[in-house]
């Protein structure tokens, strides 16, 4: 059944897809492939693993993490970053993180220009020597649910997606029926194409772009 918010959860769509394929003894079966399907399509840009995340600077520390913005570790691209000062945008530039190695100096701390993305953290260059916020436009990793009762995007919003792959991959690995991989193949390229319009058109821009990190 839906949560309390009446949103879907990973219990309703593994009753799903056992009723689509009449089996009422593959809920382990099932849930692998659920993963597996999430898993598959995680590195795809739809509109729900856009975010926006914010951190605050502190003096003397050039480096954050997940103890700044939870999400920072599983930044998949980044479309831009900005300082805020005074309500004033400012666009970081990035570079490669070896060039903020070579120009690192603690004792030239001032403003933050430029930044760089490495071991699933931001460096910021030069070295803060404020509190400033920083502001993160990005695409992240929309983690897979865990447990029966959990929702997820990938439950919700994109479960004709996630099930016409699971149970693809069932068809294939568990219940050797090439005809019924072959069906739910089309059916997954179907939803992937209308999840991928969605996002089109939430963006306003025409397509939604792979950024790369």
């Known amino acids: 059944m839906p949560n309390a918010q009446g949103k879907p959860t990973l219990g309703d769509l593994i009753d799903e897809i056992a009723g689509d394929i009449s089996r009422a003894d593959l809920d382990l079966q099932i849930g692998n492939a659920i993963d597996r399907a999430i898993r598959h399509y995680q590195p795809e840009r739809f509109f729900f693993s856009d975010q926006i995340l914010t951190f605050e600077t502190l003096a003397g520390v050039d480096v954050y993490g997940r103890g700044d913005a939870a999400d920072i570790p599983d930044l998949l691209a980044i479309d831009s970053a900005v300082r805020i000062e005074n309500g004033q945008t400012y666009p970081l530039s990035r570079i490669a993180e070896a060039s903020i190695e070579r120009r690192d100096d603690p004792a030239s701390s001032s403003q933050p220009c430029a930044y760089s993305y490495f071991d699933r953290s931001i ?91």
Do not use: C
Not at 139 to 153: C, E, F, N, Q, Y
Not at 177 to 185: K, S, V, Y
């Open 123 to 213: 460096r910021l260059w030069p070295m803060p020597s404020a509190s400033w916020t920083i502001r993160l436009a990005a695409h992240v990793l929309v983690p897979a649910p865990t447990g029966g009762d959990d929702t997820s995007p990938w439950v919700n919003e994109a479960s004709d997606l996630i099930a016409a792959r699971a149970k693809r991959h069932l068809a294939m690995n568990v219940l050797r029926d090439p005809a019924l991989a072959q069906a739910q193949d089309v059916l997954a390229s179907e939803a992937f194409r209308s999840l991928r319009g969605r996002s089109n058109r939430i963006a306003s821009t025409g397509q939604v772009r792979a950024y790369n990190l």
